[in-house]
């Protein structure tokens, strides 16, 4: 399968694109980079540099700095750290960005590969919306787009309506929804099924210390920010639960529903069901223990 992994990433973006590697049934053919749990710039940096870490080369292509209409952005470094990758105080640059833009890459890679290519958007929805919006023809060249986002029926995670990556830029996202293509969305009704524990990353530390390691280290800052919420047991591989959605779909369950996106007050960035657009695949379920149990497998694979 080709895949491009749209991201912020992000200590859970890390665990994602470390797990694309694993699988041997992904071809990941670039990364494109969004601001969100970072500034855009360090997005592109942290991809780079993943990339380099997992070793293999495919071109970041950086992308959208703002959400639609701001003109500043806070990324959350409460939550991934100053550099987005926990509590590493400098991140090697390394290599540099494609000349395209975000958007243009994704557009000339779905022309290229028509029919054929995943898109997993697990960052704000900005690059994806800049994209169907540069070529209309986007939207029906990529075979899917796998999102995670949102929230269906669960509370939000960064109010108590939204989840992150829909509410940083709620109007991009509401560009997505309203598009005519093929979506699964998978938001927190699935990903707060798969729980890693400080246990789980000890042991992939144990069994692959290179990567496995590397992983773990990131992890404690995510852990600690999940305890600060109060999830005690661990935390959710909420984008690498988007990348098995991609290969297994078969693990989680579906509604089909179509949905709009909350644009202002108390509520913005909610996900709500919208009977006049077009339906996307809602994930509302995941088998939580076999994701984790795959997740762990394959990075211990990496060593
Ligand atoms: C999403 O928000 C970001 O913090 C994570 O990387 C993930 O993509 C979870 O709500
Ligand atoms: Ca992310």
């Not at 986002?149 to 560009?175: M, R, S």
């Not at 798969?194 to 590397?214: N, R, S, V, W």
């Amino acid at each position: 399968m080709k895949l491009i992994i749209d991201t912020d990433p992000g200590i859970d973006d890390a665990m994602a694109i470390a797990l694309a590697h694993a699988m041997p049934e992904i071809e990941l053919i670039g990364l494109t980079a969004c601001f969100g749990n970072t500034f855009v710039s360090q997005s592109s940096r942290n991809a780079r540099y993943l990339c380099d870490l997992l070793g293999f080369s495919v071109p970041v292509a950086e992308g959208a700095s703002l959400p639609y209409g701001e003109t500043d952005y806070t990324p959350s470094a409460n939550v991934h750290g100053p550099e987005g990758m926990g509590s590493m105080e400098t991140v090697p640059q390394i290599g540099t960005n494609t000349d395209l833009s975000a958007a243009e890459f994704l557009v000339a890679m779905a022309a290229l590969h028509k029919g054929e290519l995943t898109v997993c958007a697990v960052a704000p929805l900005t690059n994806i919306a800049d994209a169907i919006k540069l070529d209309p023809a986007f939207a029906t060249n990529i075979k899917e787009l796998v999102i995670m986002g949102g929230a269906y029926k669960h509370n939000g995670n960064i109010t108590p309506y939204a989840e992150a990556n829909i509410f940083h830029d709620a109007k991009a996202a509401d560009v997505v929804f309203a598009t005519k293509m093929p979506i699964k969305m998978i938001g927190l009704d699935a990903t707060m099924l798969t729980l890693l524990t400080p246990h789980d990353f000890h042991e992939m530390a144990q069994k692959a210390p290179k990567i496995g390691d590397f992983i773990e280290q990131i992890s404690k800052f995510y852990l600690e920010f999940y305890r600060s919420v109060g999830v005690m047991t661990g935390c959710p591989m909420h984008d690498a639960t988007a990348v098995l959605a991609c290969t297994h779909p078969e693990k989680f369950t579906f509604e089909d529903v179509g949905l709009r996106v909350i644009l202002e007050g108390e509520e913005i960035g909610q996900t709500v069901a919208d009977t006049s657009r077009p339906k996307v695949q809602v994930a509302i379920s995941v088998e939580g223990q076999w994701a984790v149990d795959y997740f762990k497998d394959h990075i211990v694979s990496l060593g």
